[in-house]
């Protein structure tokens, strides 16, 4: 079937909440059990089938889970009931991450969501699942005002002059990791404040952009995959972002060749991650900055998402209340 650009569809928002839902759910039910790739497993399943439900032919083109062999939906796969369907529906490019935050899932601890991105076919960078240097500030600065070839001291002299504040008012969102112990503290020598996050470096960019997470700018490395996702949301909330991926052999570039990227190296803005028109939904697994967690009661739970379109720059959440008697077992559990 010849796949196309048809404009997506303004009443697929809701559809894709529905699949963030579903992958929200099933994940919550492994919350703080210590099993991480059960977790992410119950996540891949639920939003597979919710994917089923919707009128898209979708192709997944932003998979999870080559890094740490966890259970995913794989690049290439055919999503969405319009492939079989006479009534077809939209072409459209998908990018998922079926449980950012598998461990702290597993651990009970904060910001693991449930998250997706539509784009017309050919919108959204074609990233290997290795690693990605990223840089991020929220809407509202003059372009370039950080870059991510600057030192953090630099960087964060130029956003606290932009802000018109001093460094001292500013908070730095940074992955937890010891790759990261230099930039943590070039920040706090530089007298930046810093929030350190365990896991879920999509809900920690997308951060930037919502001025109730107190989050001025997102430094450091994660993985390439959540970094299209970061920027999907970025377009359509408002943003700057820088990323380039990072490659530790001759066989990821190869691997990255063949997958459309010719110059390793590149810096990739928001747009050259998520070009078009551009859908971005998340639901809350566990508490976080940006959305709450699943509150299951026996036969009862509710949600709370966000769902986003870059045509509009309109920004929806969502809270559900959704009936176990009534609602299909298969995205629940």
């Not at 790739?37 to 889970?65: C, H, K, L, P, Q």
């Not at 598998?102 to 690693?131: E, R």
């Not at 809407?139 to 802000?163: Q, T, W, Y």
Request: proline content about 5%; some cysteine; glycine content about 12%.
């Amino acid at each position: 079937m010849i796949r196309d650009s048809t404009p997506v569809d303004r009443n697929l928002a809701l559809e894709l909440v529905r699949v963030t839902e579903a992958a929200a759910l099933a994940a919550s039910r492994w919350i703080g059990r210590g099993d991480k790739n059960a977790a992410d497993g119950a996540a891949v399943d639920a939003m597979r089938r919710a994917f089923d439900t919707v009128a898209i032919r979708g192709t997944v083109v932003i998979g999870e889970g080559e890094m740490d062999e966890a259970p995913m939906l794989f690049i290439g796969e055919e999503v969405g009931h319009g492939w079989s369907s006479e009534a077809g529906g939209p072409a459209v490019d998908i990018a998922v991450d079926p449980l950012e935050g598998t461990s702290i899932t597993a651990k009970g601890a904060p910001n693991a969501i449930a998250t997706l991105a539509v784009a017309q076919p050919g919108g959204f960078l074609h990233a290997p699942d290795i690693y990605m240097d990223k840089i991020a500030v929220g809407p509202g600065l003059p372009e370039g005002v950080v870059h991510i070839d600057a030192s953090p001291a630099e960087n964060l002299r130029e956003l606290a002059k932009a802000k018109g504040c001093d460094i001292a008012d500013l908070m730095v969102c940074i992955l937890d990791r010891d790759r990261h112990k230099a930039i943590i503290k070039a920040c706090r020598d530089a007298g930046a404040r810093i929030m350190l996050i365990g896991d879920g470096d999509v809900a920690g960019v997308v951060a930037v952009s919502q001025p109730e997470a107190g989050v001025d700018l997102y430094l450091g490395s994660g993985g390439a995959p959540e970094g299209v996702l970061a920027a999907a949301a970025l377009r359509c909330i408002g943003g700057q972002m820088q990323g380039r991926l990072l490659f530790e052999d001759d066989g990821q570039i190869e691997r990255a060749k063949g997958m459309g990227i010719t110059d390793p190296n590149l810096i990739y803005s928001v747009e050259d991650m998520a070009r078009g028109e551009v859908m971005f939904s998340a639901t809350g697994v566990t508490n976080g900055a940006m959305l709450r967690g699943v509150r299951r009661g026996p036969q009862s739970a509710v949600t709370h998402s966000i769902v986003m379109r870059s045509s509009t720059g309109t920004v929806r959440y969502v809270e559900a209340h959704h009936n176990f008697a009534l609602k299909p077992r298969a995205f629940i559990a």
